[in-house]
């Protein structure tokens, strides 16, 4: 399996001298095409730093970021703007969806967004596989909080991302609902091949991942 995404001596320090922090402290980690990795760690453990760093939000104090072998942080800023919203999706904890248009017009924007094609079929495969399918007309806000993340991961896939974060996807939902996403975030992205880095507090999220990796101030110290 190819490596897609590299971290290498990542750091990212907050405050100078006594005040300092270092929120992500050299940290060198490697995701390989197709897998789900969670990044696992207590509040205020860095995880929301490293993964915006990682997702090309936020620069890096020193280190390196790269995405298919391109450093995100010695491209221009314009430049790494369309890099991002062609080859990075993301998923948020308060799903981020449009409220005045509706489901489909939500799941295909990013699409329009980057003047590419609509591929009705597959669009249509992905609504079906996340059984939102009666919802389509609907306005996210008439959608219960599981429905409108799974309308926010069906936006994700839709545009077929190169790698896709997910923040802290389950956040928001009651426990029984945090089970039914992840488990269809997991199938999914299984289905379509989909590379998926996702935060969690929660040690019973992250064991749908291939992998688990532990942050704990900064650094990573434990693979499972
Ligand atoms: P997590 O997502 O695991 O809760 P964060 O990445 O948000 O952790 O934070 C890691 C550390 O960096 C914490 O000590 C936090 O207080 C600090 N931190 C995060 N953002 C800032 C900031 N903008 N300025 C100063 N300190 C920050």
Redesign the pocket.
Known sequence: MSTILETKNLCKF??AKENE?K?VDKINIEIKEGEFVAIV??????????LHMLGGLDTPTSGEVLLKGKELYKMKEDELAVFRRRKIGFIFQAFNLVSSINVWENIVLPIGLDGKKVDTEYINDIIETLGIEKKIHNLPNTLSGGQQQRVAIARALASRPDILFADEPTGNLDTKTSDEVIALLKMSAKKYGQTIVM?T?DDEIAQVADRILI?ED?RVVNFK
């Open positions: 907050y405050g922090v929120a760690g207590k509040s205020g453990s860095g995880k929301s730093t490293l935060i507090h942050i900064g």
